[in-house]
């Protein structure tokens, strides 16, 4: 079956595409794969991350120096990526507030004229896909990346783009989904997909 | 068989022009847009790319003289910018709207206690469809500096899912305080006009631009594409690989972008000897120049006829990468290769070979090319057919 075969059919059943491992974060709450494996009672979301840090027994001091947004994102892919090698997965994210929250912080910092404070540490997070590339740096991925801002989580529309990769043999897994975050508010559903 | 997916009509508005024509002409005269422009109060003025307000407002005004709408000067670039390609060509309810863009409306944030609906980017994108009646849902792309690339790959990747039968892709980015204090305060900002691969180069111009770009597919049975096309650009290619090096700084290495051309050509079927004309990236940053130099010699590139647009239009963010492919189009359609403007003595380790004057040329496989935050490369294959 060639390329456009497989993807014919992939359009009629979905399922086709295999999603083997999926994660949820919002809530205060990590699930993965169904399984509850981490719950904190930490109010603020950047308590929450630092546990759950913590309780993932992560060692990437990296980590600390992200923004919310890469925070939400990293401990996503941390469940799913483990210490696989990943040399061949590809990263394919969506969300709806692009990087409103450090965008919000970072202009907050130039608003007034006489306490002018532009950092550059904070204004390279005014960019959606620098959580892909903090992902990528962590497992070595030199892969397909891309980023998304949709008005809400389309799922389809990432498998299509993802099956295009896969298809066109540009990676052999992609690491899919939606890490939404803006202050308080905030939702990772991350998956990892193959043919 | 894929689908083949073709590139038949674009438009741009940048300081240099309002159609895409203009913006040739100026730039066979070699001008720039690049100039002094005082955007930070208090502030020192800085070398930058600006479209003049007065005459975008006019020209607004002059094509849209029934509009009600409020209209953020961002929103006038893009709607002066697809309202040929608008009028040339039908949308259906399978035609795919797609936006390039980084900052998106950003500068209404300032001296917000919350967010204006206006800043998030899918509402811009939303705007603009409705705007011109598109019936699908928007599709932003955001990928710092490669966005405009990857938003052709968008385009045709989704076309070839069997999603859509064409797509508009618009893309822009304006100059903004939020912007310039930031790259500048990672003193990425050059101190004159800015001078990709060149020795005495020191940092970027920060420019704005709308970009955009009709994109259609065609089995030979279907006869979507009109013989009527001024052109048409065959889509052959395309990747993005990251880095994973750096959240700032380009790879020592270049793997990202080497990677990223290697997929694109390996897509293509077309080989280094076949390319001939690279549209780089070229921000005129020590590093990043640096980089795309070894990313190009570890491809067997070298030799091929190469220019950045940054010194005519400065670095566009989200736009760069579109305007950048359309200029790389008129450049084949008019045989004829642009100077990498303000470069004079070679200022990377590894040769390339960099355009200096207007020169006639034939060009059949162009290679365009973009860099950015996160680690992100962009590289894609276009045929002139």
Not at chain 1, 49 to 57: G, Q, T
Not at chain 2, 4 to 21: Q, S
Not at chain 2, 365 to 372: N, P, R, V
Request: aromatic content about 10%.
């Amino acid at each position: 079956m060639d390329a456009m075969q497989l993807l014919c059919w992939k359009n009629v059943k979905m399922s086709v595409m295999k999603k083997t491992h999926t994660c949820t974060i919002e809530h205060s709450k990590i699930t993965v794969d169904g399984n509850l494996i981490f719950e904190s009672p930490g109010e603020t979301f950047q308590e929450f991350a630092k546990e759950a840090y913590k309780s993932l027994d992560l060692s990437y001091p990296k980590f600390h120096k992200m923004d919310q947004l890469s925070k939400l994102a990293f401990l996503s892919a941390e469940t799913i990526l483990k210490d696989e090698d990943h040399s061949r997965t590809a990263i394919v994210f969506a969300n709806r507030s692009s990087s409103l929250d450090t965008d919000f912080k970072y202009q907050e910092s130039i608003n007034d004229q006489d306490n002018f404070y532009p950092s550059p540490a904070v204004f390279v997070y005014t960019l959606p896909n620098i959580c892909v590339g903090e992902i990528s740096i962590k497992h070595k991925m030199q892969t397909e990346n891309a980023f998304f801002v949709l008005d809400e989580f389309d799922e389809n529309f990432l498998n299509d783009y993802s099956a295009q990769i896969l298809l066109s043999g540009k990676a052999d897994k992609v690491l899919c989904g939606w890490v939404e975050l803006y202050q308080e508010n905030y939702k990772a559903f991350v998956y990892l997909l193959t043919l | 068989m894929r689908k083949e997916v073709y590139i038949t009509d674009y438009n741009c508005v940048t300081p240099l022009g309002f159609t895409a024509d203009a913006n040739w002409k100026a730039l066979l005269e070699g001008r720039s847009g690049v100039a002094l422009h005082k955007i930070i109060d208090n502030q020192d003025a800085f070398y930058a790319s600006m479209i003049d307000s007065e005459k975008l407002n006019e020209e607004f005004n002059r094509f849209f003289a029934q509009n009600t709408i409020d209209f953020t000067r961002l929103e006038k670039m893009l709607l002066l910018s697809l309202l040929p390609l608008v009028e040339n060509h039908s949308i259906s309810d399978d035609t795919a709207f797609i936006l390039s863009t980084t900052k998106g409306n950003i500068s209404l944030l300032k001296n917000q206690s919350e967010l204006p609906e206006g800043v998030y980017l899918s509402k811009l994108a939303q705007k603009t469809a409705d705007f011109f009646g598109f019936t699908t849902k928007p599709i932003v792309v955001s990928n710092a500096c490669v966005s405009g690339v990857m938003a052709i790959a968008v385009a045709k990747n989704m076309i070839q899912a069997g999603k859509y039968k064409d797509a508009f892709i618009i893309a822009g980015d304006e100059l903004s305080e939020f912007v310039i204090s930031g790259f500048n305060s990672f003193q990425a900002i050059g101190s004159g006009p800015c001078k990709p691969y060149d020795k005495n180069r020191d940092g970027i111009n920060i420019g704005e631009a709308a970009a955009a770009v009709y994109v259609t597919s065609c089995h030979s049975d279907e006869g979507r594409i009109s013989q009527n096309e001024k052109f048409r650009f065959k889509f052959l290619g395309d990747s993005a690989v990251n880095d994973a090096n750096h959240i700032s700084g380009p790879s020592r290495t270049g793997d990202g972008l080497y990677a990223s051309i290697r997929n694109a050509m390996t897509e293509a079927n077309v080989s280094s000897k076949q390319i001939d004309f690279i549209s780089a990236h070229g921000t005129a940053t020590l590093y990043n120049d640096e980089m795309e130099a070894i990313a190009f010699n570890r491809m067997e590139l070298q030799n091929v006829p190469l220019n950045s647009m940054k010194g005519y239009y400065g670095h566009c963010l989200g736009a760069s990468g579109l305007l950048e492919s359309i200029i790389s189009m008129e450049s084949a359609l008019h045989n004829t290769l642009l100077p990498s403007k303000n470069f004079e003595d070679m200022g990377v380790t590894q040769p390339l070979n960099i355009i200096t004057e207007n020169k006639p040329a034939a060009v059949r496989y162009i290679l365009k090319t973009a860099s950015g935050f996160g680690g992100c490369n962009a590289a894609v294959v276009l045929e002139k057919c």
